[in-house]
């Protein structure tokens, strides 16, 4: 059966602008707009603050030595880190603002901020 | 028997009406009965008579059949004058107006897909408003605008074909309406 034809072309428009409408809404309305920078911490200290447009690599040393990272168009990711655990590397790519992975051995922190700043909790 | 001092005089238009309205309080009840994955999230399928309504009879009885589907409706789900009433309410009443305007459009260009899908998104802009004004009042509610705003579009759609598709076969005669419903 063909519903083709109970649609004219005004419903095509009207079927795309709301399609844009809720694409729209999803950066507009999910926590704090698409990531768009990487904070790179280093005992605390912001070490670099980069755009997360291009494709980098930074070396960051700590106590136990360098911690590796990533950046690449949308996301950062912590590479290598000579933590025993390995918790920051495990955790793979961030990409949603508010994400943060922490090297905590070797006080390195790699954190992705948004358009506007958001919380991990909020407590009354 | 004492003879009735009012006499209530019951027009054509009234029984449509009714007849109109208990066809939106049946499909409010399927709606009710149909699972959804998070409150709010509802096929919506009484605006279909909603909509037919609209293209048959005209606006001022489109309002009469929401305002007796969301009354109606609410007595037999067993939510009236609680929030969903008023979620309800002002729902319909933005869909309505959103409705008054639309109907408006070329109807050479706009079909009732393009009524169903602005009144779905009107509908669900109302009740997160109201949502915010009154029951959740903080701007975490918007953070479920674009699940909302999703699903606006996709059984904002449905609805306008199911609605168009009515709409293209001959209307019913009041006898054949009573015996059809």
Request: glycine share 10%.
């Amino acid at each position: 059966m063909s519903w083709l034809y109970l649609t004219r072309p005004g419903d095509w428009l009207i079927l795309l602008i709301g399609a844009v409408a809720v694409g729209v809404s999803v950066p507009v309305f999910w926590q704090g707009g698409l990531a768009d920078r990487a904070i790179i911490r280093q005992e605390g200290k912001v070490f670099a603050e980069v755009d997360l447009k291009a494709r980098k690599q930074f070396a960051v040393a700590g106590p136990l030595g360098t911690t590796l990272i990533a950046v690449e168009p949308g996301r950062a990711r912590v590479v290598s880190d000579p933590s025993p655990r390995q918790y920051c590397v495990k955790q793979g790519w961030l990409m949603r603002p508010g994400e943060i992975a922490i090297c905590a051995p070797n006080r390195v922190s790699v954190q992705i901020a948004g358009r506007t700043k958001v919380y991990d909790s909020i407590s009354y | 028997m004492t003879p009735s001092v009012i006499e209530l005089t019951v027009t054509a238009e009234d029984r449509r009406v009714a007849w109109l309205a208990t066809a939106a309080v049946g499909l409010s009840l399927v709606d009710a009965a149909i699972p959804s994955p998070l409150p709010g999230v509802k096929p919506g399928l009484a605006n279909i008579v909603t909509l037919v309504v609209l293209a048959r009879y005209g606006w001022g009885t489109a309002v009469w059949v929401s305002a007796l589907r969301v009354l109606a409706g609410s007595l037999l789900l067993g939510y009236f004058l609680a929030p969903g009433f008023f979620l309800s309410l002002t729902g319909t009443t933005l869909s309505l107006l959103t409705l008054g305007l639309a109907r408006h459009l070329p109807t050479r260009w706009f079909g009732p897909v393009s009524l169903s899908i602005l009144a779905a998104f009107a509908h669900i802009g109302g009740q997160l408003l109201l949502a915010r004004v009154w029951l959740i009042p903080h701007d975490g509610v918007f953070l479920l605008t674009p699940v909302f705003a999703a699903a606006a579009l996709v059984f904002g759609t449905i609805n306008g074909l199911i609605a168009a598709k009515l709409l293209a076969e001959p209307a019913p005669t009041e006898a054949t309406e009573l015996v059809r419903r």
